[in-house]
């Protein structure tokens, strides 16, 4: 991956409380990024095995979360039972927005019911957050949000971290070819399954061979702030001309 990757995800400006660019912490964790896990034969041999799988989840937890864990974490652990979902984000915001929620209630419940094999740490800082996406084989993404991008899928795929996404919005857009995505509402059981699956067996792969499946794409390097600033003002440019053109036929 080219050197600079890291740094254009933060050409927006957007810095971490201890002063550095988001793109040049990317940049940074990427030089501490784990180590492959050892092949199922030379862990046979003596060799250390694999830590246990560990997928992420970073975004705002009313995105798609319930659905994920009322019908895909179960699922995935039937079949990878030493896998953990750990979550970050916290509640700060919507505690905000809705002071008394009973859905925020049974949210806080529900991430418990799991014990272990999920744990919610909550809203931590922007380096913790990126080491955490580095420790990780897959970022667990199949939400309903309706997105025109997504910062965090494109930093997990910097740093190693296969982004498993649904269709909706901006990951429908095949362009986006450094996210593994599925088909289907995401807010219906039965890709929340299908998701499920697919991680099942990426992580068991994982597990005998410690490989992922690689999304570092060309598009993944080229996609810099600049260049999608300038595919929208080609959309804006055509919106405006269709919408003059219009007009001139109406006179």
Do not use: N
């Not at 988001?22 to 694999?50: I, L, N, S, T, W």
């Not at 319930?66 to 079949?79: F, I, N, T, Y």
């Not at 084989?137 to 649904?166: F, H, K, N």
Request: charge should be neutral; aromatic fraction near 6%.
């Amino acid at each position: 991956m080219g050197r600079d990757v890291g740094r254009d995800v933060g050409r927006c400006g957007e810095r971490g409380r201890d002063g550095e660019m988001r793109g040049d912490m990317v940049a940074r964790v990427k030089a501490e990024r784990r180590q492959p896990a050892a092949p199922a034969a030379e862990a046979d041999a003596g060799a250390p095995r694999p830590a246990a799988p560990r997928l992420v989840y970073t975004s705002s937890y009313d995105r798609g979360l319930e659905h994920m864990l009322r019908h895909g974490w179960p699922a995935l652990l039937a079949r990878v039972p030493d896998a953990t979902l750990h979550v970050y984000y916290g509640w700060r915001t919507h505690e905000l927005l809705h002071p008394a929620s009973a859905w925020r209630d049974g949210m806080k419940a529900l991430l418990a019911s799991f014990g272990p094999s999920v744990v919610d740490h909550g809203r931590v800082g922007q380096l913790e957050l990126l080491r955490a996406k580095a420790r990780a084989q897959l970022l667990y993404y199949v939400g309903d949000w309706p997105e025109i991008d997504c910062i965090a899928v494109r930093e997990a795929a910097m740093l190693g971290c296969v982004p498993l996404t649904s269709s909706v919005a901006v990951f429908s857009d095949p362009s986006k070819d450094y996210v593994l995505r599925v088909e289907g509402d995401p807010t219906e059981p039965s890709t929340q399954r299908a998701a499920a699956a697919r991680a099942a067996e990426i992580l068991l792969e994982w597990k005998a061979r410690g490989a992922l499946p690689s999304v570092d794409t060309p598009t993944l390097r080229s996609e810099t702030w600049a260049a999608v600033a300038r595919r929208w003002l080609d959309v804006v440019a055509a919106d405006v001309s269709a919408r003059a053109s219009d007009d001139s036929d109406v006179e």
